[in-house]
């Protein structure tokens, strides 16, 4: 009954696998990569060897050795259950049920005869124990920081998975840093992966990549900047989960001539942008002082940007219900407060 439970609540999350694949209860079945980001992930590895030190459910691991092009790979679980799991799931590959040791990979890197230009090393070190806050990649386990020098030396590539909590200053600790890939799927940031080469490039990149739509924007990392300004046009322009996070909203930004606002990241313009999945338009309707809206569109989508009272206190005083098509803006800075009713322009 519980496997019964566990595909039909996660279908979609797991879809691809197969009806061989048993699922964990608990922990690991919330917390594992989807199907599609795994799938994804894969196609940032080219060598024919990969060892994944920290594996889980092992969807990642399923991507990784499922590749064409994939000659042998190694995993690493200390949770013996899942450990049994991985290898009734994956019975081609090799899984040592203990914490990743450079001992144990040097000898299956004897054993197959590695070369460092065949072999990339993956890894998704655990920081779910904290709390919901922002925290640099030192604090994962296994932390990356500390071991990729080890890593580097016997690989061409590192490729780490990150929790959309990581502080993206962080990368600036990271070796031979190719790139920071930001991964938006079904309208939500869910992971940000970097990826290191053991040939130190001169420069990084940032990138952010919707896998519904197969749309990317790329930038180059490090501070932007960007005039702010008080008044709204005629659209409010609001990045998406991914583009926030990437912080290459600035850059968008001024491509499509768009000006920021001084509320959080809140663009406007005067005309309609075209369509992209790293942004929501919503056109101006009335802009007013707190709770002073003349129209009433009924139902309408809450949103408070520096405002002293929640989305459900705002609720509870202007009467609206829930709803998608229009969006109340709920706004402070400083002493400047205001409510701006949007309708979003699909």
Not at 175 to 182: E, F, K, R
Not at 257 to 271: A, D, F, M, S, V
Request: with cysteine.
């Amino acid at each position: 009954i519980a496997q019964i439970e566990a595909r039909q609540k996660k279908r979609k999350k797991f879809e691809t696998l197969g009806e061989r694949w048993i699922f964990p209860s608990g922990l690991a079945l919330e917390q594992s990569s989807s199907t599609a980001t795994a799938q994804y992930k894969g196609s940032h590895v080219h060598t024919p060897y990969t060892i994944d030190l920290c594996a889980g459910l092992g969807i990642d691991t399923w991507a990784l050795s499922k590749r064409n092009d994939c000659a042998a790979h190694l995993c690493f679980e200390q949770n013996e259950d899942l450990a049994i799991l991985l290898r009734h799931n994956l019975p081609n590959i090799t899984v040592l049920s203990k914490p990743a040791g450079l001992e144990d990979i040097d000898h299956w890197i004897c054993d197959h005869a590695i070369t460092k230009d065949k072999l990339t090393f993956y890894l998704d070190p655990d920081r779910r124990a904290r709390d919901n806050r922002t925290f640099s990649m030192a604090e994962g386990t296994p932390n990356l920081i500390e071991i990729q020098h080890e890593l580097l030396k016997r690989a061409s590539n590192v490729v780490a998975k990150h929790s959309p909590m990581v502080d993206l200053n962080s990368t600036s600790e990271l070796t031979g840093l190719v790139s920071v890939v930001v991964i938006q799927f079904q309208g939500e940031c869910k992971e940000v992966l970097t990826l290191q080469s053991s040939e130190l490039p001169s420069n990084s990149s940032i990138q952010v990549v919707d896998l519904d739509s197969g749309y990317s924007y790329s930038g180059r990392l490090g501070i932007k900047e960007i005039v702010t300004t008080e008044e709204f046009q005629n659209y409010i322009i609001q990045p998406s989960p991914g583009l926030s996070k990437s912080t290459l909203h600035i850059e968008l930004a001024k491509e499509l001539g768009l000006e920021k606002t001084i509320y959080g990241h809140l663009y406007t313009c005067r005309n309609k942008p075209i369509y992209s999945p790293f942004y929501k338009v919503f056109r101006i309707d009335e802009i007013a002082k707190p709770y002073r809206l003349k129209h009433n569109p009924n139902a309408a989508a809450i949103e408070c940007i520096g405002f002293p009272e929640s989305p459900t206190q705002v609720r509870k005083k202007i009467k609206f219900k829930e709803g998608r098509e229009n969006k109340v803006f709920a706004l402070q800075i400083g002493k400047t407060k205001l409510m701006v009713l949007t309708t979003l322009i699909e």
